[in-house]
Structure formats: C-alpha cells, structure tokens
C-alpha cells in the first residue's frame, strides 16, 4: 500500500496502515500525516498519534504479542506499539543524534518496555539486543550495549513486569525451551544483537 506522501512505500507507513487503517507519510510510524518526518516536538494527541489492532485487542480484553526475525525495534514490529515521526529512532543514540530531546521522545526501544500497548504484550520476541543495553553490559554473546544514556531496558522491562505477573526473559534457544507456559505471564525474547541470522547461517554455524 502506498504512503500519503510516496507511491512506493515503506515497511513503516505500510505497517501502520495494515495495523490501524490509517495511511501515514513515509518512514514515520502511527504519527499522523500532518506532522513532518523527523519532527520531535510535534503536539502528541489524539489527532496527531494513532493506535491500531493491538490496543483494540487489548480493550477487547485479548492476549497480544509480536514475534520477528527482524530486530524488535525495527520498522515491521515498531508498527504494532510505537509512535515515532521517524523508524530510525531504534535507540537513545539516533534520536540525540537527530536534536531531540530524549526525555520528550523516547526512542523506539524504550517504548517497547513503556508504552502502555507494548507494555501489556504477552510474549515479545525477535532481535535487537543491542539497542536495549548500555555500552557497558555484555549481551551474553560477546557483544556489547549500543545505549549511551546508562538505561538497562532488559532489568527496567523485568522490573515493571515483575509487579505483573510472572515475567521471563530469554535470549537463546535452551532458555526459550526451558519456559514453562503455564507458569509464565509475560515473555521477553531478545535473540540476537540485531536482525536474527538467516536460517542457512544457523545451519552452517550450527547456531541457536
């Protein structure tokens, strides 16, 4: 589907479109088409911010969640839960980078763990590691948190689930095996630094 703006779209303007019924411009995700790509000061309001399918589920009192093979952050899955003027504002470092301030527009990452939407997710799994731990934290793997503002998205999410329900975060294959579904209210499953690696990788690699 194409955007407000352009006929050849994005996977941000076509995902809110597919997810709220609302066409957008392009490379902005759930913000209306009055406001400009990039601006972050924009007046969040009902006029301005869109919400799609997975809050209507919610109020309808329905389980929700996303699975991806892409980075959690990243354009597709954002469209279920964030509103950003623009998709590259994955992490702290982009929207600073950008002249925002980072107190008024939180970055994609942070909303995954704060938005009300997201927040109330049953299981949340992909990639994206990355963007989710500061530069200090090892990921499990070897690699380190991208984050330069200090934030440990991962303890905060186990943090504010924990007063939910019975929480679990996984980042391999044996942990997400290792889950008891019966006795596990929300699920957090961040698999890779980035995007998942391609199954023919995994297969050469012998990889989980």
């Not at 790509?37 to 919610?58: P, V």
């Not at 469209?79 to 504002?89: D, E, F, I, K, V």
């Not at 330069?148 to 007063?163: F, I, P, R, S």
């Amino acid at each position: 589907t194409y955007c407000v703006n352009r006929q050849v779209a994005d996977s941000a303007c076509t995902g809110t479109a597919y997810l709220s019924g609302v066409k957008i411009n392009y490379g902005m995700l759930n913000v209306a088409a009055s406001v400009p790509r990039y601006d972050c000061d924009y007046e969040k309001t009902n006029e301005t911010e869109i919400f799609g399918i997975m809050k209507w589920a919610q109020d309808a009192g329905k389980a929700t969640g996303i699975v991806t093979n892409t980075r959690i952050t990243h354009a597709s899955p954002a469209a279920s839960y964030a509103q950003s003027a623009t998709r590259g504002w994955e992490y702290d470092v982009e929207v600073r980078g950008a002249g925002c301030d980072q107190e008024k527009t939180m970055d994609i990452a942070q909303q995954l763990v704060r938005n009300e939407v997201s927040k109330n997710f049953k299981v949340a799994m992909g990639g994206g590691r990355r963007y989710f731990l500061p530069r200090d934290v090892n990921d499990g793997e070897g690699a380190r948190g991208y984050r330069e503002d200090g934030k440990n998205l991962v303890e905060e999410w186990l943090e504010t689930h924990k007063a939910m329900g019975e929480s679990e975060f996984v980042w391999n294959r044996e942990q997400l095996l290792a889950v008891d579904p019966k006795k596990t209210d929300y699920l957090l499953g961040l698999f890779e630094a980035s995007h998942m690696k391609f199954n023919l990788v995994v297969k050469e690699q012998n990889a989980q």
